[in-house]
Structures are given as C-alpha cells and as structure tokens.
C-alpha cells in the first residue's frame, strides 16, 4: 500500500528530495508539498505533477508521513500551529532541519510520535548527496525502511545509533562540502601561480575530485592504499603529500571537524532552548 508523503516547507531541499523520490518510482500522487505561498508551490506543482497544500494541518490529515523542512528558526511555530493534526494522525516524523533535537520535535508537536532526524547535506540538490539518519525508539523497521528510501533518492543514507553522533555527521558531511570548495579555491589559485588560466585550473580540479571519489567509492581498498597507489617513490605525488603531512594537514582537518561538531552542539542547545 502506498503512503502518502508530505513535506512541511517547499525550499531547495524539499525540492530535491521530492525530485529524487519521483525519479526513483514514487508516485507524485502520493507526495503533497506545503507552503504559505501558492507562488512558492506552483513551479514544484507543475514540474513534477504533485499535490500541494497552503494548510499544514489539512495536508497531515491525510499523511504517513510528515517530513520537516522548514528553518529551524521557524520550526516551533509550524510544529505547535499543526499538533493536534499530528496527534490525531500520529504519521513518521522526519525532520532534515540542521541542530533541533528529537526530544525537542517531538515536545512540540505533543509528544509520543516515531521520529527520524536526518543530516542531509547540499549536493542532494544534485543527486549526490550524503545523510546521516536517527531513529527515535518509536520507529518501526517499515518507517526505517522508508525514511531510507527517501533520502536515497538524493544520495547515501547511514544511519547512527546514537543522536549525539549527528553532530559528527555534520562534520564529516553535513558542512563538509564547504571544506572541499576551500580546497577548489587553494588549488585553482596555485594553479594560476603556475600559469594555467584560471578556468582551466578550476575544472581540472573539480574533474579530479570527482574521479577520485568515484574511485574511492568503487574500490573496496582503504583510502591509504589507493593513495599510496598514485605515489612513485621519489615522484611528483610523493613531494606533494610529503609537504601536506610535513603541514600537519591531518591536525588541521581533525580542529577543524572537532570544531564543526562542539558548534552542532552548541546549537542544538540554543535551537531547542527556544
């Protein structure tokens, strides 16, 4: 039997996981988008032929499952404003909003619910992305299933045990792509002090990053071994690595994460605070 879905915020995100669902063999019918704004809806409407809703309470009504993908800023105001809707229907909760704990979700629309928290990151836009996923006691192995095949329509899913652990997901995919955009900027900038248009330096660049995660992704060796693989010894690659390591690049990423994940925290703690 299908389940009917619907999404509490029709943004990018929302956007790009509904896409993925259809692409995946989701049924639009089955897939409601809601948002105050009609101008906001339509274009998702007529792109991919599903229903949407302006009444969050009306759209839950009638929902398996409820996924909430408004700022967290907001979230308090739409989970309590559709409460009794929620208990009354008492639908899968999954939240992609960055920071609000389960605990706090689940409060704020009454209490009792099964409730998935996932940390999705921005290449889902693309189909490529990569989220960490957490189960609340009250999920049962078929909403598991579900809330799987949702996110795995825009990319990989893992799922933690443990909710604290959403916070290393974050730094190690959630923020993460910003820390390989940094790594585009230095290498085209290099790049150019060696003489290459910058343009040319920026797509190299980029085109190696993607074929070695596609390698990475492909292989079933470590990520040591595969390099180890490109390096000769007294070669080109073995100098560059040579020079990372001599710069304490792995303290630097390790900082930088730990300091990714004390800053997730920090702000579970403020969001659910308010």
């Given at each position: 039997?299908?389940?009917t879905i619907?999404?509490?915020?029709?943004?990018?995100?929302?956007?790009?996981?509904?896409?993925?669902?259809?692409?995946?063999?989701?049924?639009?019918?089955?897939v409601?988008?809601?948002?105050?704004?009609?101008?906001?809806?339509?274009?998702?409407?007529?792109?991919?032929?599903?229903?949407?809703?302006t009444?969050n309470?009306?759209?839950?009504?009638?929902?398996?499952?409820?996924?909430?993908?408004?700022?967290?800023?907001?979230?308090?105001?739409?989970?309590?404003q559709?409460?009794?809707?929620?208990q009354?229907?008492?639908?899968?909760?999954?939240?992609?909003?960055?920071?609000l704990?389960?605990?706090?979700?689940?409060?704020?629309?009454?209490?009792?619910l099964?409730?998935?928290?996932?940390m999705?990151?921005?290449?889902?836009?693309?189909g490529a992305?990569?989220?960490?996923?957490?189960?609340?006691?009250?999920?049962d192995?078929?909403?598991?299933?579900?809330?799987?095949?949702?996110?795995?329509?825009?990319?990989l899913?893992?799922?933690?045990?443990d909710?604290?652990?959403?916070?290393?997901?974050?730094?190690?995919?959630?923020?993460?792509?910003?820390?390989?955009f940094?790594?585009f900027?230095?290498?085209?900038?290099?790049?150019?002090?060696l003489?290459?248009?910058?343009?040319?330096?920026?797509?190299?660049?980029?085109?190696?990053a993607?074929?070695a995660?596609?390698?990475?992704?492909?292989?079933?060796?470590?990520?040591?071994?595969?390099?180890?693989?490109?390096?000769?010894?007294?070669?080109?690659?073995?100098?560059?690595?040579a020079?990372?390591?001599?710069?304490?690049?792995?303290?630097?990423?390790?900082?930088?994460?730990?300091?990714?994940a004390?800053?997730?925290?920090?702000?579970?703690d403020?969001?659910?605070?308010?």
């Amino acid at each position: 039997m299908a389940s009917t879905i619907t999404f509490i915020g029709a943004g990018n995100m929302a956007g790009a996981i509904i896409g993925g669902m259809i692409e995946s063999g989701f049924s639009p019918d089955d897939v409601i988008a809601t948002s105050p704004s009609d101008d906001v809806l339509a274009p998702l409407r007529e792109r991919l032929g599903i229903r949407t809703e302006t009444d969050n309470a009306a759209a839950v009504a009638e929902s398996d499952v409820v996924v909430l993908a408004v700022k967290p800023q907001i979230m308090r105001q739409v989970c309590e404003q559709m409460r009794d809707a929620v208990q009354a229907r008492r639908p899968l909760i999954v939240s992609v909003a960055a920071g609000l704990p389960a605990e706090t979700l689940e409060a704020w629309l009454g209490g009792e619910l099964p409730l998935v928290r996932c940390m999705p990151n921005t290449p889902a836009l693309v189909g490529a992305g990569a989220a960490g996923l957490y189960a609340n006691a009250r999920v049962d192995a078929d909403q598991r299933r579900l809330a799987t095949e949702l996110m795995e329509a825009v990319g990989l899913v893992e799922w933690v045990e443990d909710e604290a652990l959403l916070d290393a997901v974050t730094a190690v995919s959630g923020s993460a792509p910003a820390y390989f955009f940094l790594m585009f900027e230095a290498m085209e900038e290099a790049g150019v002090t060696l003489g290459l248009p910058a343009d040319t330096a920026r797509r190299l660049a980029m085109q190696t990053a993607l074929g070695a995660a596609k390698m990475a992704l492909a292989s079933d060796k470590p990520p040591a071994e595969l390099k180890r693989n490109v390096m000769s010894p007294g070669g080109t690659t073995e100098r560059a690595i040579a020079h990372l390591e001599d710069a304490e690049l792995r303290r630097i990423m390790g900082e930088a994460m730990t300091a990714c994940a004390d800053r997730a925290a920090e702000m579970a703690d403020e969001l659910g605070q308010r």
